[in-house]
């Protein structure tokens, strides 16, 4: 979706290094998610925020945390990577209806 | 969690048939919404049902929601090539945090 931009779209990394993963929205919409699919699972909430600074855990939060400081950034922080957690990463916004607009997708893979 | 079973896993079909897929969920629903995803994007919404009983469209899809609000269905009627692309249901439960859960998918392929 042209209003929902995540980067990078793809990266690789090892074990026990930093990741972050950016998402911007120009949408001025209030709800944001972060979200990753792997097979099987469908799609697991990481976390969300409900406005600037505002943010909350999903089912799948543990090794993850975040930040928004801004109403049209919400970032996905793994402090320390692991092979778990290669998956593909997708952000999402809403405007409050709870109906999500889902960008492209952050392919991460983990070594 | 809310549990979301979504059926069938896969579905291998011919141009011009019809499609049937459908989601149960453990606990009653508010929302039922069906979105679609294509290789290297995100899922895109079709359709969204907010009341028991609704049936709405969208072109050739259909989408029920159960009357029984544990459930709903999405029609693809005369199938074409591009409706290749996994079909995730989504529902959101009763709790007024409650926050969106998603199936595991069904993959659609459509041969010629």
């Known amino acids: 979706d042209a209003g929902i931009t995540q980067s990078p779209r793809h990266k690789v990394t090892e074990t026990g290094t930093p990741v972050t993963l950016r998402c911007h929205q120009t949408?001025?919409?209030?709800?944001m998610y972060w979200y990753r699919q792997d097979p099987g699972h469908g799609l697991r909430l990481i976390h969300y925020?409900?406005?600037?600074?505002?943010?909350d855990k999903g089912e799948v939060s543990d090794g993850y945390s975040v930040s928004r400081s801004k109403t049209e950034d919400f970032l996905l922080t793994l402090e320390s990577a692991t092979s778990s957690q290669t998956s593909v990463y997708f952000c999402a916004t809403d405007s409050g209806a709870n109906v999500l607009t889902f960008g492209a997708g952050s392919r991460l893979t983990v070594l | 969690g809310q549990q979301l079973n979504q059926s069938p896993q896969s579905m291998f079909i011919q141009e011009g048939e019809d499609v049937s897929m459908n989601c149960t969920s453990s606990s009653i629903f508010n929302t039922w919404l069906w979105y679609k995803q294509e290789p290297g994007e995100g899922p895109v919404l079709l359709i969204a049902?907010?009341?028991?009983?609704e049936l709405t469209s969208n072109g050739r899809l259909t989408a029920q929601f159960g009357i029984t609000r544990k459930d709903s269905f999405l029609n693809i009627s005369a199938s074409i090539p591009s409706d290749v692309g996994i079909y995730f249901c989504?529902?959101?439960?009763?709790?007024?945090?409650?926050?969106?859960?998603f199936g595991t998918g069904t993959r659609l392929q459509v041969t010629l």
């Open positions: 925020s409900y406005g600037v600074k505002d943010t």
């Open positions: 989504a529902g959101q439960g009763t709790g007024t945090a409650s926050k969106l859960t």
């Open positions: 949408e001025n919409h209030r709800y």
């Open positions: 049902l907010y009341k028991a009983g």
